[in-house]
Structure formats: structure tokens, C-alpha cells
């Protein structure tokens, strides 16, 4: 069946560093892709998402490119902030969407 | 402001109790799903239901039960079946149907433990 795998955590960076999420997939066609955050105590917010193969899902200074050759949607931003301490979530869907494990984020000032 | 409600915000199960969550939205949404997390497990789906009077089952189904009488309205029930309930659950919706692959937009959650 279709699952997502990611890596796992914490990734612990200081301010202004550079970060990669790593997500890869198994999936039978060609699936939708998604990367969601859950902030502490709250519920998953949609960050950014791509509908095919090459495509570029960005938000907030986060990129994530669709490469279907190494099916993977690796989580990039340039200068991490404290605000982003986060759980980042990957995710696939066709009908219902099938979510990674999460990777818990820790930034420090 | 739109958007969803699941409350309460902490429940408290005992043996053989039956609990209601529950999530109501106010985004005019056809679709609406139900979500169990575990530490370090990711999300996994319960139930979802595309349209009112209308649910099906998701990956963990077994020892919950949904209505979806109003279009706002899909309450969980998670019955005594559910031998292992603590956990944190999360309700969602999206403007139509799963088959879309559209944004889901969540509640804040309910922590479900046992006493």
C-alpha cells in the first residue's frame, strides 16, 4: 500500500541555519504531495503542496519539489527561525491522504 | 471566523464507558474526516464522510463509530470496543470530497485518556 516515510527526530538547528526535512514515498500512480505543520497543542495547518512531477510547492520560505524519479518531497526554508519549532508532517493522497510519522523541528535562538 | 471547533479539549474515559467528541464547522465543507494521534506515529484515519448521512470506514475504524446527521456536525463516538483509546484525536474537513486531494483544515484537537 501507499506510505510515507520521514526523517526521523528531532532536528535541532540554530537560528538562520539551513534546513532539509527528508520525505520519501511508495505510491502506486501518481499521487498528490503535502507537507503540514502542527504547531504545540493545535491541529496540522496545510504548508505547501504539489499535484505532479516537477513541480515546486512553496510557502512561508519553504520549498518542496516533486521528483518523481527519486519519489521523494524533501522539506528545504534557508534561515530557520525560533517560530518555526514545529512537528512538519509529509504526506500523499489520491482519495484520503496517508501521512509520514512526522519530524519534530527545535529551533534555537 | 470559519473555521473548526472539536471540543472538549481534554476528556477523561473510564472502563467500559462509551465517549462522544465532538466537531462542528462552519466552512460549508461536503467532507469531513476524523484522525488518531499517537506519539511518534504520524496521523491515522478513523473515519471520513464525504456527504451528510453518508460515512465510510478509514484504516482504524474498529471500536469507533460516526453520524454525520448535519452537514456541520461528525461526532466520534469511541465505544468500550476500544480496548487502547488514549490518544489524541483530530477532526478536519475539506470543501469536497477526499477524491479532490484539497487542503484539509483542522480543529485544535481533543486529548482522549483513560482513568
Known amino acids: 500500500g501507499d506510505s510515507v516515510t520521514q526523517m526521523e527526530g528531532p532536528v535541532t538547528l540554530s537560528e538562520e541555519a539551513f534546513l532539509t526535512i527528508n520525505c520519501t514515498y511508495t505510491a502506486t500512480g501518481y499521487p498528490s504531495l503535502f507537507w503540514y505543520v502542527q504547531y504545540p497543542g493545535e491541529g496540522l495547518q496545510l504548508l505547501l503542496k504539489?499535484?505532479?512531477?516537477?513541480d515546486k510547492g512553496s510557502n512561508k520560505g519553504f520549498e518542496a519539489t516533486y521528483r518523481k524519479e527519486t519519489t521523494s518531497f524533501h522539506l528545504e526554508k534557508g534561515s530557520v527561525q525560533v517560530s518555526d519549532s514545529a512537528v512538519y508532517f509529509c504526506?500523499?493522497?489520491?482519495?484520503?491522504?496517508?501521512f509520514g510519522k512526522g519530524t519534530m523541528l527545535l529551533v534555537s535562538p | 471566523d470559519g473555521g473548526i471547533t472539536q471540543s472538549p479539549k481534554y476528556l477523561f474515559r473510564k472502563e467500559g464507558q462509551n465517549v462522544t467528541l465532538s466537531c462542528e464547522q462552519n466552512?460549508?465543507?461536503?467532507?469531513m474526516y476524523w484522525y488518531r494521534q499517537d506519539p511518534g506515529q504520524g496521523l491515522r484515519l478513523i473515519y471520513y464522510s464525504q456527504i451528510v448521512n453518508d460515512f465510510q470506514k478509514g484504516d482504524i475504524a474498529e471500536g469507533y463509530s460516526v453520524s454525520r446527521e448535519k452537514k456541520e456536525s461528525f461526532p466520534l463516538t469511541v465505544t468500550s470496543a476500544q480496548k487502547n483509546p488514549t490518544a489524541f484525536y483530530l477532526c478536519?474537513?475539506?470543501?469536497?470530497?477526499?477524491?479532490?486531494?484539497?487542503?484539509?483544515?483542522f480543529g485544535s484537537g481533543t486529548q482522549l485518556s483513560v482513568l
Open positions: 466552512l460549508n465543507h461536503d467532507a
Open positions: 478536519a474537513s475539506s470543501l469536497n470530497g477526499p477524491a479532490t486531494n484539497e487542503k484539509l483544515f
Open positions: 504539489a499535484t505532479k512531477a516537477d
Open positions: 504526506a500523499l493522497g489520491y482519495s484520503t491522504l496517508t
